[in-house]
C-alpha cells in the first residue's frame, strides 16, 4: 500500500462545476498536509496548507480527517484555468521530518 | 517567484557517463532538496542539505551524490548514469525542514535522458 494514494483521475469536469479530491495517508503520526498544484511540465507550487479545522481560499476548500486518515480539496466555480495535476503531500516526524508526495490527480476543465 | 534556478534544463547523456545538476537560490534559505519525478509515482527525495556542507541521504539516494558548498548551491551527480535514471529532477527550497509546515519552493526542473 502506497504511504499516500491518489485517483490519478483525469476527472473531466465541466467549466463552474464543483469537483472534489480525496487522497488517503496510511502514516497515523503524519502532522502536516498541503495541497500542490502542478501545471503540465512545470515545477509544483503549494496551493494550500491543510489545517485540522479544515481552510478555505477562495473557490478551494481543504478539509482533514484524522480518524478516517483523508483529505480532501473541494473545487467550486472550476475554471479553465484550474486544469493540472493535484498533489497531495503529508509530513511527519520520525527522528527527522518527512514528507511523503502523493502522485497526483489530474483535473482537465472543459468549456 | 522564489530565486531558484536548475541548470541545465534539458540533458541527454549516454549510459556510464557522469552527469552534474545545478541548483542555485537566491533566497538564502537553509534547507535545499534534490527529487526525481516519474510517472504513476510521487515526488521522491533523493538527497537534501540542511547547511553548507551538510547534507543527508533520501528514499531514493542510491546512485547519486550532492555536495554543497555554499549556501546558494547544491549539486546533484550522477556518477555513472543508467537507463533507469532518465526522469525530471527537480530541486526544491524551504526556511525550515519539509514535513515541519514550511512551504517548498521548486525549480523549473530539469529533463534527463539516459540513451
Known amino acids: 500500500r502506497k504511504e499516500v494514494e491518489q485517483d490519478p483521475g483525469p476527472f473531466n469536469v465541466p467549466e463552474g462545476a464543483t469537483v472534489a479530491f480525496n487522497c488517503t495517508y496510511s502514516n497515523s503520526a503524519s502532522q502536516s498536509f498541503f495541497w500542490y498544484r502542478q501545471d503540465c511540465r512545470k515545477e509544483p507550487k503549494l496551493l494550500m496548507s491543510?489545517?485540522?479545522?479544515?481552510n478555505e481560499d477562495g473557490r478551494f476548500t481543504a478539509q482533514l480527517n484524522r480518524a478516517s486518515q483523508y483529505i480532501s480539496l473541494l473545487i467550486r466555480d472550476s475554471k479553465l484555468s484550474d486544469s493540472a495535476t493535484y498533489l497531495c503531500?503529508?509530513?511527519?516526524?520520525?527522528?527527522?521530518?518527512?514528507?511523503?508526495w502523493g502522485a497526483g490527480t489530474k483535473l482537465i476543465i472543459k468549456p | 517567484d522564489a530565486g531558484i534556478t536548475q541548470s541545465p534544463r534539458h540533458k541527454v547523456t549516454e549510459t556510464g557517463t557522469p552527469v552534474t545538476l545545478r541548483c542555485h537560490q537566491t533566497e538564502n534559505h537553509r534547507y535545499m532538496y534534490w527529487y526525481r519525478q516519474d510517472p504513476g509515482h510521487g515526488l521522491r527525495l533523493i538527497h537534501y542539505s540542511y547547511g553548507v556542507k551538510d547534507t543527508d541521504k533520501g528514499e531514493v539516494s542510491d546512485g547519486y551524490s550532492v555536495s554543497r558548498s555554499k549556501t546558494e548551491d547544491f549539486l546533484l551527480t550522477l556518477e555513472s548514469a543508467t537507463s533507469s535514471q532518465t526522469s525530471v529532477y527537480f530541486c526544491?527550497?524551504?526556511?525550515?525542514?519539509?514535513?515541519?509546515?514550511?512551504?517548498?519552493?521548486f525549480g523549473q526542473g530539469t529533463r534527463l535522458t539516459v540513451v
Open positions: 526544491a527550497i524551504s526556511e525550515g525542514p519539509q514535513g515541519s509546515g514550511t512551504e517548498a519552493f
Open positions: 503531500v503529508v509530513g511527519f516526524r520520525v527522528w527527522n521530518y518527512q514528507l511523503i
Open positions: 491543510v489545517y485540522s479545522s479544515g
